[in-house]
């Protein structure tokens, strides 16, 4: 918006003009004089108008939009991105830099079309473009997620330069993505689950706790290691989510950042028996901090190392891996717990809502998304429930 300062007989007009390569604002001014006799009101509404037709005049690109892709994305990650964005999500929109540049990083920003990025997205799905493949599998490109994820990249970085008034048009809009691919997610059955805690019963305290409350909250890892004593409510029986224990190599380790999204931040209300084992484990783990002594690092985490720092975002599944190979039991993820909370929830017949809230899910669409395919088995059952029951009527009237 224009910005009008009295200067002498005449007024001063200042316009900004978007920003340079080195992020300095352009300011552009124009003096306007009124004519002799003009009234206030006149005055007034010719200022006003002079103001409008020279913002108007200013709103052409900016000089600086002939910069290189790679170098204004370096900048936008200093000046917007890791001011501004989650620790992970630049970590991970680092790790697309060096295929970006690659293809699209000597083109001038302003010169860059929806065919380049459109041929850089193609080639990405293109066999032997995926490198984490097993010798014995066949060449693969990379999944339809992690494509998008690339043009989010991209995309967000035009969106800054649009935002500079270094362009007008994002060239990603028009770019055609592949198609979502929403696999059936891979989790123990309930007969498998029930197996789990059994073994269970025999290991660690410390990690009887952890994979019970994985499994009947349904919490992510980084949830689960945020877990603080604070958040546990003996007497209402209730665990709340409040933060998230991550890994960064940029941010030297361990640390604690806020949930996922604000709908993560979620209270639950826990089994009896989930509660006696957290007694139990807090019961222990004080024992423990006695005999450490001052070498004790007072955390007030649930899930701690020896010496009471935050227990290592890789620990859990290392010792999972482990007991596999101890018990025989079928290799799955620490995420598929939350998925087995899933579909258990979904096969008991809870509404999607429920589901929601209890997964933290920002929106419904994201669990019926992730979870179709459950929500479809369980609605066949259902549907073969009623089939059986009007079965029997007939039979009765028979």
């Not at 361990?254 to 996922?260: A, G």
């Amino acid at each position: 918006m224009a910005r009008i300062v009295k200067r002498g007989k005449g007024y001063q007009i200042r316009v900004s003009d978007g920003y340079t390569a080195k992020g300095k604002q352009n300011v552009k001014t124009m003096t306007w004089t009124p004519r002799p006799n003009m009234t206030d009101k006149q005055i007034e509404k010719e200022l006003q108008k002079q103001a409008v037709l020279f913002e108007q005049k200013c709103q052409g690109l900016s000089e600086s939009a002939d910069i290189k892709f790679e170098t204004f994305a370096k900048q936008w990650f200093k000046e917007y991105a890791e001011p501004r964005l989650r620790v992970r999500t630049v970590d991970r929109y680092k790790q697309y830099t060096a295929r970006t540049y690659t293809a699209i990083g000597s083109l001038r920003l302003d010169k860059i079309t929806p065919r380049h990025i459109q041929s850089f997205i193609n080639n990405l799905q293109e066999p032997g473009i995926n490198q984490k493949v097993g010798e014995k599998e066949p060449p693969k490109g990379l999944s339809p997620g992690t494509v998008r994820n690339y043009l989010s990249f991209i995309s967000t970085v035009f969106d800054y330069a649009i935002r500079m008034n270094m362009l007008k048009d994002n060239p990603c809009s028009r770019v055609v993505l592949p198609p979502r691919n929403y696999k059936q997610r891979d989790c123990y059955t309930l007969e498998e689950a029930q197996k789990f805690l059994k073994f269970l019963q025999f290991e660690s305290l410390m990690y009887r706790v952890f994979f019970t409350l994985a499994i009947y909250g349904g919490f992510r890892k980084g949830e689960l290691l945020g877990l603080e004593w604070k958040d546990i409510d003996f007497d209402s029986c209730v665990v709340s989510v409040n933060r998230t224990s991550l890994y960064s190599k940029s941010k030297g380790g361990i640390f604690t950042d806020t949930t996922k999204t604000k709908g993560s931040l979620r209270s639950l209300k826990l089994p009896v028996s989930v509660f006696d084992l957290l007694r139990q484990y807090k019961v222990q783990q004080a024992q423990d901090r006695l005999k450490m002594g001052d070498r004790w690092i007072d955390t007030d985490r649930l899930f701690t190392a020896e010496n009471g720092k935050p227990l290592g975002n890789s620990t859990p599944l290392k010792w999972l891996d482990d007991f596999f190979e101890r018990t025989g039991l079928r290799k799955v993820t620490i995420h598929s717990f939350r998925h087995l909370n899933a579909s258990l929830l979904i096969n008991a017949g809870v509404d999607i809502k429920t589901v929601s809230a209890t997964l933290g899910h920002s929106q419904v669409s994201t669990t019926l998304n992730i979870y179709a395919h459950t929500f479809a088995q369980a609605q066949a059952k259902a549907s073969e429930a009623v089939a059986d029951a009007l079965k029997l009527d007939d039979k009765k009237q028979a």
